[in-house]
């Protein structure tokens, strides 16, 4: 199989990371299209359109934090419990939740398209913006939300303290399963980094979401932090993973050549 190093648990969740945030891009392309066409037209959305719009936000939001929670669950299972990892983490297991983590985030994320919203703006306790969130549906959300910010962070302190305690049975771990030295260490720093900036990005928007505010400008502006989350990935993908800059290289090559295949 070409490639065939690629084809590994942590690379699959990775790239399930990163389709992430390649959607967080199309909604920003496509929030941005929207917001120029009725300024250009001096017409006011729909609140269809508007729910529609929240639907892709809170898409990609969902399935970034469940996709980052299932990358860093992965590197916990690799690094805590290693002698057991070959046989209880999969290419195929992975892939299955993969699917699971899209169909979650699907389902929460379309349900104020079937009828989970305000009948009017004017209720009492409805958040006016988006076409009109029911309260109960925002703290739904927000519960699963933190929940996987919350997840995350217990097994990224589980990674560090183990490889503060463990520094030369990981040695003998990752000789066993054929890693390179330190890759362990590496790959649970790379996903910190990627934790961290994740928590910067959407941790302002869900804090003010949980505060139910009404000002559509103060939720605008925390929209820049989403932005920078899936701008900034990419880049800690190419400087963090050798495997990453050497596929980007190949393809500048390919390009270069006329789409002439070169060996890697």
Not at 71 to 84: D, K, N, Q, S
Not at 183 to 207: N, Q
């Amino acid at each position: 199989m070409k490639h065939e190093h690629l084809h590994t648990p942590a690379y699959i969740l990775m790239a399930n990371l990163a389709a992430s945030d390649v959607l967080t891009g199309i909604d920003f392309i496509f929030a941005g299209c929207s917001v120029l066409y009725y300024f250009h037209t001096e017409t006011n959305p729909s609140e269809t359109m508007l729910r529609l719009q929240f639907t892709f936000l809170l898409l990609s939001g969902l399935s970034s934090s469940y996709s980052l929670l299932a990358l860093t669950a992965e590197r916990y299972w690799f690094i805590v419990h290693g002698m057991t990892y070959v046989n209880n983490v999969t290419n195929e297991k992975c892939k299955v939740v993969v699917l699971i983590v899209w169909l979650w985030s699907v389902l929460l994320a379309m349900l104020p398209n079937f009828g989970w919203h305000c009948v009017s703006r004017a209720e009492e306790g409805c958040l006016r913006f988006v076409g009109g969130l029911a309260s109960s549906y925002v703290v739904l959300i927000l519960a699963f939300v933190f929940i996987p910010m919350a997840a995350i962070i217990f097994f990224n302190l589980s990674v560090f303290w183990c490889l503060w305690k463990h520094v030369n049975a990981i040695a003998a771990q990752e000789a066993a399963v054929g890693a390179p030295p330190s890759v362990s260490r590496k790959s649970a720093v790379t996903v910190v980094i990627i934790t961290v900036v994740f928590l910067v990005g959407w941790l302002p928007f869900s804090i003010k979401m949980t505060m139910f505010t009404q000002d559509r400008v103060s939720l605008a502006n925390m929209f820049v932090f989403i932005i920078l989350n899936s701008a900034i990935n990419p880049v800690i993908y190419g400087f963090r993973l050798r495997e990453v800059r050497r596929g980007v290289a190949r393809l500048f090559r390919n390009n270069h050549a006329g789409n002439v295949e070169l060996d890697p």
